[in-house]
């Protein structure tokens, strides 16, 4: 059924456990797994942060390509086929999110998956603005995933 999992990396505890579902399934069809991470260098957001913004970008570069890094080492340890890509805001002239589905239609990836790092409320957790934005703008399937800590009796 899935042929090409896209997976949406953002170096937290959700995205981790995206990428662990990820492996059951393409261990289980054989699928190959792209993982990818967004950089968000956009000017806007180097500014806010009131330093230099050349120095910040490089440190976002090198943050990034480590949690892509982690994730190939993962893969290679699982024997999943894999690829790896590391993308900046500015590649599909959009935010982070029509980034996600863009590369997920360029590929073609058959699923998406990525974890939500949204709060955990006592009956509903909230959904992330890049979750909820990726929910609205994909064809395919999204498998969304929860950090481990993240239980139904969380505040």
Not at 143 to 149: G, H, S, Y
């Given at each position: ?13 959700a995205s981790d456990v995206a ?31 009131g330093t230099d913004p050349v ?73 992330s603005s890049v979750v909820r ?23």
């Open positions: 059924m899935y042929h090409r999992i896209l997976v949406a990396l953002d170096g937290g505890a990428l662990d579902h990820a492996i059951v399934i393409a261990q289980a069809t054989g699928a190959e797994v792209e993982v990818m991470s967004v950089v968000d260098e956009s000017a806007a957001f180097l500014d806010m942060m120095r910040l970008a490089e440190d976002l570069e090198t943050a990034g390509e480590g949690v892509l890094a982690a994730a190939a080492t993962r893969l290679d340890r699982a024997g999943v086929r894999y690829i790896t890509r590391l993308l900046g805001k500015h590649e599909a002239q959009h935010d982070i999110a029509a980034t996600i589905v863009a590369e997920a239609d360029a590929w073609p990836a058959d699923l998406i998956a990525m974890g939500d790092g949204g709060q955990c409320g006592i009956t509903h957790p909230r959904i934005e990726v929910m609205a703008l994909s064809s395919q399937p999204l498998l969304l995933a929860r950090p481990r800590t993240c239980s139904k009796s969380a505040p």
